[in-house]
């Protein structure tokens, strides 16, 4: 079937800056009734942690999912690469983003090390490539090189989560899609992820990563857009948008912002009475 | 919950070697199955109401390519030739068949319960097949049984496919309600041709829902041939994407897998295969669900091993079971798919508890 079908072009090499998946007038309805976003425009650069936040139900995964061309848009369009998501071939799309999915389930005993091999399939068409290093590196920088050779069923769900981590990066896309990758890690592994992310946006990928602690947000995200309803209500560096008026309006809950009394790095703490 | 990995580094060593002895079990599965097939195939062929000698064989198989050898007496040619080898070959494709059938099914439905006989596929391809025996179709020669098989088991592989998903899953028990369902609507129909059919029909009939391969001659092996080596040669192009999908459509999909496309490939070769087994042999249950099982269990998931490794052992298995079938009461013959159901059964039964046990109960 591979020698029918023309190889996928791998991705160019994008500069620090580039516009590698962007949003526009996006709306997606679900269902066919509700609608989930009503005109959302976002743009994921390359070199940047752009984090999503907003209160349950604001639209965070839709509008992930709608990037990561798994929702078609009602009206408005997703661009990846400069090219609308529809254009794209299945391969050619594995070859420019990877995707990080909030659950993670598997229907076969597969080891370890296979679930994050499996990251490499949309390498296979395009020849020999070094395989073993970006599976070895990948487990190394996700802490699951320990338990390589135990099956994916027998793990616990922190740990699944760091090995479908493994099995994303693996797959070494410039455009990384990351749903609540810290929802079931410990607080060393929810640091450890996002400076992975840093990392991977220090060497020119563009990642965005939809996030709950709004902590962790301001303390790693290059830019956060804001949720609300569907709208994105602010887009920005988080020290310039993360304004108690906003968060506390947002949330529809007072909320304190303040900053570290060493480092000065904001700070979000809910308004609690004594 | 998350233990932190730190390990000792004096650990790594063993834990990595695993993936390595996993490595060489596939080959050493495959070597181990095809030296078995090579033993079993003469003792098959010797094995009989007219015991031909095993050296007998040879030398008769021999003759027959050209490589020297002698011809044995009319007899013993006539009931290697006309009787026994027809039925080994038919035996071998109708195994491969199922088990490869079984292991393709199981990865596009994402759970190790499916198999053409417990979700129905195999009654709805033995409608076709009835129907077309029943009424004395031959439009098509001897392919016409094969052909409505075929158009019958894919309808029923679709059926059944659109009935038991619901958001991109297969739970396991609307996938057994399904089967339960199917497997009742195939008999009643099955029945309905058998009471409008006449007797040499109802004959004919009768010993094809018992399954049985003792009516095997050279035409019925040509008859499924094409589909069998068909389905058996486009199944391995989709191993490695079938890996992928016991991700969930979704991150398949992430991983440049169009799934859409490689659900309509697969359910065709799974209708193909299932019609090539069926059509001959009536309904052989189990072999599915057996064969793929114990091989994840010996060397992994892995479908680039699982789907020929599965048509390996389904030849040896189905061939052993015809051979009990034809000599464990002899002169008498059992019919095939009795004594696969026999086996199968309580090893369906234990894979039913094992699962329960590992989900908490029915999803």
Same mark, same amino acid.
């Given at each position: 079937m591979r020698l029918l079908r023309p190889r996928p072009a791998p991705p160019l090499p994008a500069s620090p800056g580039d516009t590698l998946a962007e949003a526009e007038a996006l709306h997606v309805r679900l269902d066919g009734t509700r609608d989930v976003l009503h005109g959302v425009d976002v743009a994921v650069r390359a070199g940047e942690v752009l984090a999503l936040v907003g209160p349950n139900g604001a639209g965070k995964s839709t509008l992930l999912g709608?990037?990561?061309?798994?929702?078609?848009?009602?009206?408005?369009?997703?661009?990846?690469?400069?090219?609308?998501?529809?254009?794209?071939?299945?391969?050619?799309?594995?070859?420019?983003?990877?995707?990080?999915?909030?659950?993670?389930?598997?229907?076969?005993?597969?080891?370890?090390?296979?679930?994050?091999?499996?990251?490499?399939?949309?390498?296979?068409?395009?020849?020999?490539?070094?395989?073993?290093?970006?599976?070895a590196e990948a487990m190394a920088a996700t802490e699951v090189t320990a338990f390589a050779g135990r099956p994916f069923s027998a793990l616990s769900g922190g740990e699944r989560a760091r090995v479908t981590l493994a099995r994303v990066l693996a797959q070494r896309a410039p455009l990384l899609m990351l749903d609540e990758p810290t929802a079931a890690l410990d607080l060393r592994h929810q640091e450890l992820v996002l400076r992975l992310c840093r990392e991977r946006a220090r060497a020119g990928d563009a990642v965005v990563v939809v996030l709950h602690d709004l902590g962790l947000a301001a303390a790693y995200a290059h830019r956060v857009a804001v949720l609300r309803a569907g709208r994105v209500a602010a887009d920005g560096p988080p020290e310039e948008i993360f304004t108690e008026p906003l968060l506390s309006?947002?949330?529809?809950?007072?909320?304190?912002?303040?900053?570290?009394?060493?480092?000065?790095?904001?700070?979000?703490?809910?308004?609690?009475?004594? | 919950m998350s233990v932190l990995p730190r390990t000792p580094s004096g650990t790594e060593p063993r834990e990595a070697a695993p993936p390595a002895r996993r490595r060489r079990v596939p080959w050493l599965l495959t070597a181990g199955l095809v030296a078995a097939l090579v033993v079993l195939v003469p003792v098959a062929a010797r094995t009989g109401a007219y015991p031909v000698p095993v050296g007998d064989v040879v030398a008769s198989v021999q003759h027959r390519l050209g490589l020297g050898g002698t011809e044995l007496d009319r007899v013993a040619e006539s009931v290697l030739w006309n009787v026994r080898f027809p039925r080994i070959v038919l035996a071998l494709l109708v195994g491969a068949s199922l088990g490869c059938a079984g292991a393709l099914m199981q990865g596009v439905f994402g759970n190790p319960l499916a198999e053409p006989g417990v979700i129905g596929v195999s009654s709805g391809a033995a409608v076709g097949a009835v129907a077309a025996i029943a009424l004395g179709l031959n439009f098509a020669?001897?392919? @016409?049984?094969s052909i409505l098989a075929f158009v019958a088991g894919l309808v029923t592989v679709l059926l059944v496919y659109a009935m038991s998903r619901s958001g991109g899953r297969t739970e396991v028990v609307t996938l057994i309600l399904t089967g339960i369902a199917v497997n009742a609507?195939?008999?009643?129909?099955?029945?309905?041709?058998?009471?409008?059919?006449?007797?040499?029909?109802?004959?004919?009939?009768?010993?094809?829902?018992?399954? /049985?391969? $003792?009516?095997?001659?050279?035409?019925?092996?040509?008859?499924?041939?094409?589909?069998?080596?068909?389905?058996?040669?486009?199944?391995?192009?989709?191993?490695?994407? *079938?890996?992928? *999908?016991?991700?969930?459509?979704?991150?398949?999909?992430?991983?440049?897998?169009?799934?859409?496309?490689?659900?309509?490939?697969?359910?065709?070769?799974?209708?193909?295969? @299932?019609?090539?087994?069926? /059509?001959? /042999?009536?309904?052989?249950?189990?072999?599915?669900?057996?064969?793929?099982?114990?091989?994840?269990?010996?060397?992994?998931?892995?479908?680039?091993?699982?789907?020929?490794? $599965?048509?390996?052992?389904?030849?040896?298995?189905?061939?052993?079971?015809?051979?009990?079938? =034809? @000599?464990?009461? $002899?002169?008498?013959?059992?019919?095939?798919?009795?004594? @696969?159901?026999?086996?199968? /059964?309580?090893?369906?039964?234990?894979?039913?508890?094992?699962?329960? =046990?590992?989900?908490?109960?029915?999803?």
């Open positions: 709608a990037l990561a061309a798994d929702l078609a848009p009602a009206y408005g369009v997703v661009r990846i690469h400069g090219r609308p998501v529809s254009d794209w071939s299945a391969p050619e799309l594995a070859l420019r983003r990877a995707v990080l999915p909030q659950a993670s389930a598997l229907s076969f005993p597969f080891s370890v090390e296979e679930v994050v091999r499996m990251g490499r399939a949309p390498w296979a068409a395009l020849g020999p490539e070094d395989d073993d290093a970006a599976v309006e947002v949330y529809d809950q007072p909320v304190e912002v303040l900053p570290h009394p060493r480092t000065g790095a904001v700070l979000v703490l809910p308004v609690r009475e004594e | 020669g001897n392919w @016409t049984v609507f195939a008999g009643a129909l099955i029945g309905l041709f058998l009471f409008f059919a006449d007797a040499a029909a109802v004959n004919q009939i009768t010993f094809w829902q018992l399954g /049985s391969l $003792s009516q095997a001659t050279w035409p019925k092996v040509l008859a499924v041939l094409p589909c069998a080596v068909l389905g058996l040669g486009v199944a391995p192009l989709y191993a490695r994407r *079938l890996d992928l *999908l016991a991700l969930g459509e979704r991150p398949a999909r992430h991983l440049g897998v169009d799934v859409e496309r490689l659900r309509i490939v697969l359910v065709l070769v799974i209708a193909l295969l @299932t019609a090539a087994a069926v /059509s001959v /042999s009536g309904i052989i249950g189990f072999v599915g669900l057996v064969v793929p099982h114990l091989l994840r269990m010996a060397a992994g998931p892995g479908h680039r091993f699982l789907l020929p490794g $599965s048509a390996l052992l389904g030849a040896l298995v189905l061939l052993a079971a015809d051979l009990t079938a =034809r @000599t464990v009461a $002899s002169p008498a013959e059992l019919p095939l798919g009795v004594l @696969t159901a026999l086996l199968g /059964s309580p090893f369906f039964f234990w894979l039913l508890r094992r699962t329960r =046990r590992r989900h908490g109960g029915w999803a």
